[in-house]
């Protein structure tokens, strides 16, 4: 492979949202996936509207704007990160190791455009996740990383990486003001999300907050409502967001910032799943499920819940699809953990035998 292809390569698996889930799936699907798939005959999904997609990348497969100041962001199309550029060196929020090496380049170029250092001197970690940190040991043992103590524990607790995610230096439990350089960076935790130790990290001199996996802004969720292990706290975390004081969004995730229009549009999205799936709670009628599969209760309940989160998704997936891209292909599965949390957690619809 030519230094060239190999690049266009990685840029096309960092570009493609499929790209970190490809070898855990192919282990799933053990045998399955040794026949060659077939481009022509894959399923067709709906074109992406121009408005999730962000900046064309440059030949090593990123992009690095400014979002106000001295505030840049960096992506690959898929992930991001930022930086702060600060008289003392530069603080960097998240390391994705899709963006890797790329991230260093980044700054190296708009620190030598700007004549300021380009030495990172602190990271800064959203949450544990290693598609969002697993580059941090990239830069060494000299920076001071940061993060939620929440953070550190479930770091050295699943740290088993061929490169392990080094520890955070500074931890905090509910709110941290960072001054590094005369700027300022505020951290703040207002409970469990996505994950336990996602946290909110607001640059109020630069208009900006950074939320990590909950809104992607363009795009519809990830699969199963971006895997959030908390649902009850990922639904609220978009009103808690709101009551911060910003003009830009640093998702995490897709090739673009994102606005307060965004994440009222998501709201609305979210808003509209929960109305759809009560009333589908309480439309399908589970007889014939029960009738056709008798004593296998898992088959009767698995067909059961199959029609009501078609019923659920149909209509959202009909009113988004050109608004949020990709609304057909994972709104079906961000209804089933929604449902469960409806019907488990908030009691809807339970029935009590008489
Ligand atoms: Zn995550």
């Known amino acids: 492979m030519t230094s060239d292809s190999a690049l266009n390569r990685r840029s096309f698996l960092a570009r493609s949202a499929a790209g970190a889930a490809v070898p855990a799936v192919a282990a799933l699907a053990g045998g399955v996936l040794a026949r060659p798939a077939s481009a022509a005959t894959l399923p067709d999904f709906a074109p992406i509207p121009p408005s999730a997609l962000g900046p ?6 990123y992009f690095v704007g400014r979002v106000q100041k001295n505030l840049y962001w960096v992506t690959d199309g898929t992930y991001q990160a930022a930086f702060l550029t600060t008289g003392e060196g530069v603080v960097l929020f998240d390391a994705p ?3 890797g090496h790329n991230l260093q380049r980044a700054i190296n170029q708009i620190a030598s455009a700007n004549r300021v250092s380009n030495r990172v001197t602190h990271v800064v970690y959203s949450h544990h996740h290693a598609d969002h940190v ?8 000299q920076v001071v990383r940061v993060g939620h103590v929440e953070t550190k524990r479930l770091l050295a607790r699943e740290n088993d990486a061929k490169r392990p995610v080094p520890l955070p230096d500074v931890t905090f439990e509910t709110k941290r003001t960072l001054r590094v350089g005369g700027e ?33 802004p363009g795009w519809a969720p990830y699969n199963s409502f971006n895997v959030n292990e908390d649902v009850a706290g990922s639904v609220a975390a978009p009103a808690r967001a709101m009551t911060y004081r910003w003009k830009h ?27 759809n799936i009560k009333k589908a709670l309480a439309a399908v009628d589970p007889t014939p499920f029960f009738t056709r599969y008798g004593n296998n209760s898992w088959a009767a309940v698995q067909a059961y819940q199959a029609a009501q989160i078609e019923l659920a998704a149909a209509p959202v997936i009909k009113e988004y699809t050109g608004v949020l891209a990709a609304a057909d292909v994972y709104t079906a599965s961000t209804v089933f953990p929604l449902l469960e ?6 009691g809807f619809d339970s029935q009590i035998h008489p």
Not at 56 to 61: D, E, F, I, K, S
Not at 187 to 194: I, K
């Open 184 to 216: 300022r960076i505020d951290l703040a935790w207002h409970g469990t999300n996505h994950t336990p130790d996602n946290i909110y990290i607001h640059l109020p001199d630069h208009d900006t907050l950074m939320l990590v996996d909950i809104l992607l």
């Open 56 to 61: 064309p990348l440059n030949g090593h497969g």
């Open 341 to 346: 949390w409806i019907r488990l957690d908030l």
């Open 134 to 141: 697993g580059a941090s040991s990239l830069f060494g043992g």
């Open 97 to 99: 190791p899709t963006i």
């Open 249 to 275: 969004f640093i998702g995490g995730h897709m090739g673009r910032l994102g606005n307060r229009h965004d994440m009222v549009v998501y709201q609305r999205y979210v808003n509209d799943l929960i109305a």
